[in-house]
C-alpha cells in the first residue's frame, strides 16, 4: 500500500503512451511507487520497465521524482535523471510509456501521441508532433474546415495537404492560395471568378478557386492577408457554401472543405479590428497549432535524415561535426530553413563545420565560423561552448545570405524562412549593416 498519507495535495498522473495509456490517477500528498513489481503502488504492463521502476513523492512543494535504479533509465524532455523536482505539465518517460503531471483541476486536454511518426510531408517522432499527428488524424478523417496555426516555416502547407490526402475528398483537387502573394484589387476575382466583362481585362467568364475545387478541399495559406472587405464573402462560402463570381448576380453552391493557415495571431488581430470576429470564430472551430523546431530539437536527426533521402543522399553526406551544430541551432526558421541548410551544405560540399555557411563554395572560411569550431571544444563549459558555436554559425549564415541576397533584407527573409523583423534584430546583434534600416 502507499505509505506517508498526508494532506489535501493532489495531482493526477495521466498516462499518454505505452500498454497503460489512457489511465488517470489522483494522487494525495504521499510517496508512490511505479514498477512492473505487484507490490507497487501503480503496476505498469510496459516490459520496457524495472520492477521498481520509479517513486514519486507527492508534497506541498511539488512532485520529486527518484529512479530506483531501474534498468533503462528515467527520463524527462529527454534527459536522464536520478531525482528531479518535476514542474506540473512535465511528462516523464520510463521505457515505452510515458506519463504527465497535472494539477487535478486541469483543464489541459490531453492528447495521446500518435504510434505515426509521419503526416504526409510532416516528420517528427518527438511527442509534441506524435500529439499534433493524433489531431491530424481525426481531423483528416472528418469533413470540416480546419485552421493550422505555426510560425512561418513550421510546415503549414505539407499540413493542409496532409488532410485533404487523408480525407475522403483525396481524388478530388487540392487548390493552393497563397493570400499574401497576390494583389488585394486580385483576390476577389481569384476566389470567386468574374464574369465577362466584370471589370477592365475580363474579357471571359473565369472560374474562382472555389468552383475549381469542387468535390475537394481549397488552403487559403496566410488567411490573416484577407482584406476586411472580402471576408464577409468568404464567410459566406464557410456557412452557406455559396460563391458568387465579380459581376454576377447568382449565386453557385459549391462541395468544397476549406483549409485555412495563419502564422499571425488572428485573435490579437480581431482585437485590432483588423479581422472579423465571425470569421475567425467560423474558422477556427477546428484547429491544430504546429510546434516550432526549437521546441522540438530531438527531431532534428530524423528531419536531417528525411531531406538528405529526399535528395537521394545517404545519410553519411553530412559529417557527425555537422550534425553536431545542426541540433545546437535553434532554428528560427523552422523546418524550411533547417532544409536550406542541409540543401546548401550537401551541394557545396563541407570541410569541417566552416563549410555550413551559405557562401560560395570558393570563399575561404570566415573567421566567426572558425572561433565557432574551435569553440566546440572539452577545455570550455558546455553552455558557453554552445553560445559561441550558434553565434559564429549566425554572423557567417547572416554574412553569407546578405552577400547572396545583394544586401536585400526582404528577399533574404524569404530565402531563410526567417520572419523580417527578427532577421533585422538577428542583424543588428552581429553588428551587420541592415540597407533597409535606420
Known amino acids: 500500500m502507499p505509505v506517508e498519507r498526508k494532506g489535501t495535495v493532489r495531482i493526477k498522473l495521466v498516462f499518454l503512451s505505452g500498454p497503460d495509456a489512457g489511465k488517470s490517477h489522483a494522487l494525495v500528498a504521499g510517496t508512490y511507487v511505479l514498477g512492473t513489481a505487484p507490490a507497487c503502488d501503480y503496476v505498469l504492463k510496459d516490459r520496457a ?3 521498481q521502476h520509479l517513486t514519486l513523492e507527492v508534497k506541498e512543494s511539488g512532485v520529486l521524482a527518484r529512479d530506483m535504479g531501474s534498468r533503462n533509465g528515467s ?7 536520478t ?14 510509456t510515458e506519463l504527465k503531471i497535472l494539477p487535478e483541476d486541469s483543464r489541459e486536454r490531453v492528447i495521446p501521441p500518435s504510434a505515426r511518426t509521419r503526416f504526409g510531408s510532416l516528420v517528427g517522432a518527438s511527442r509534441k508532433m506524435r500529439e499534433v499527428f493524433t489531431v491530424l488524424e481525426r481531423l483528416g478523417a472528418g469533413d470540416a474546415d480546419v485552421l493550422i496555426q505555426g510560425e512561418t516555416g513550421t510546415g503549414k502547407e505539407g499540413c493542409a495537404e496532409g488532410i485533404h490526402a487523408t480525407s475522403k475528398r483525396h481524388d478530388g483537387p487540392f487548390i493552393i492560395v497563397d493570400l499574401a502573394g497576390i ?13 465577362k466583362g466584370a471589370f477592365t481585362g475580363a474579357q471571359s467568364d473565369r472560374a474562382g478557386v472555389f468552383e475549381r475545387a469542387d468535390g475537394g478541399t481549397v488552403f487559403l495559406d496566410e488567411v490573416g492577408e484577407l482584406p476586411p472587405d472580402i471576408q464577409p464573402r468568404l464567410l459566406r462560402v464557410l456557412e452557406r457554401r455559396q460563391v458568387k463570381r ?3 448576380n447568382d449565386y453557385r453552391t459549391v462541395d468544397v472543405r476549406v483549409v485555412a493557415a495563419t502564422h499571425v495571431d488572428l485573435e490579437g488581430a480581431v482585437k485590432a479590428g483588423k479581422f472579423r470576429e465571425d470569421l475567425f470564430h467560423r474558422l477556427a472551430v477546428l484547429r ?3 510546434p516550432p523546431l526549437r521546441e522540438r530539437l530531438d527531431d532534428i536527426p530524423l528531419l536531417v535524415d528525411t531531406v538528405l533521402e529526399r535528395m537521394g543522399r545517404p545519410p ?8 553536431a551544430l545542426l541540433a545546437q541551432y535553434p532554428w528560427p526558421g523552422n523546418v ?3 532544409r536550406n541548410v542541409v540543401e546548401r551544405v550537401v551541394n557545396m560540399g563541407e570541410e569541417g563545420l566552416p563549410d555550413i555557411s551559405p557562401s560560395s563554395p570558393t570563399d575561404k572560411p570566415r573567421p566567426a565560423a572558425a572561433n565557432a569550431s574551435a569553440a566546440a571544444t572539452p577545455e570550455l563549459p558546455f553552455k558557453e561552448a554552445k553560445e559561441r558555436l550558434i553565434e559564429g554559425f549566425e554572423r557567417d549564415y547572416l554574412k553569407g545570405l546578405l552577400e547572396r541576397c545583394e544586401g536585400n533584407v526582404s528577399r533574404a527573409s524569404r530565402e531563410a524562412g526567417i520572419d523580417r523583423v527578427y532577421l533585422r534584430k538577428l542583424l543588428k546583434k552581429h553588428g551587420l549593416h541592415d540597407p533597409d534600416g535606420p
Open 336 to 338: 524550411r530553413e533547417l
Open 316 to 323: 553519411s553526406a553530412l559529417s557527425d561535426q555537422t550534425r
Open 288 to 290: 491544430v497549432t504546429l
Open 75 to 81: 527520463f524527462c524532455e529527454g534527459m536522464r535523471f
Open 246 to 248: 465579380v459581376g454576377a
Open 183 to 195: 494583389a488585394p484589387t486580385l483576390i476577389e476575382s481569384e476566389l470567386f471568378g468574374h464574369v
Open 49 to 51: 520497465v524495472s520492477r
Open 83 to 96: 531525482e528531479l523536482e518535476v514542474r506540473p505539465g512535465a511528462v516523464l518517460k520510463l521505457g515505452t
